[in-house]
């Protein structure tokens, strides 16, 4: 952790310590709004946004952003239904991995 910030902005000052993070700000510039609601038509350059939008305006009451693809399990806590994915379905290939994009939708 050394501050350094080698990946930066050619339109504007910002700079990153990772490739993605100026990736996710280069769509500031662009104005690509890649992810979408599954539920309307909000659209956002970043999928923590969409998870925000569906979770915390109550545009969507009742909605469950987490749906089991193999049940009827649903749920608005990631790790809830991480949990859910390891311990009820074994068959599920690398759960870690299934749940971190479950509810975002991307193009």
């Not at 990153?16 to 609601?37: A, D, F, I, M």
């Amino acid at each position: 952790h050394t501050g350094e910030r080698p990946f930066k902005c050619k339109i504007c000052n910002f700079a990153s310590t990772t490739q993605s993070h100026l990736s996710r700000h280069k769509r500031v510039h662009t104005g690509e709004k890649p992810y979408r609601c599954p539920w309307c038509d909000y659209r956002s350059n970043c999928a923590e946004n969409i998870r925000k939008h569906i979770l915390h305006t109550g545009k969507h009451e009742g909605v469950k952003m987490y749906n089991c693809p193999k049940c009827v399990y649903a749920t608005n806590a990631p790790m809830d239904f991480r949990n859910h994915l390891k311990e009820s379905h074994l068959d599920i290939e690398n759960p870690d991995l299934a749940y971190l994009h479950a509810g975002i939708v991307s193009k």
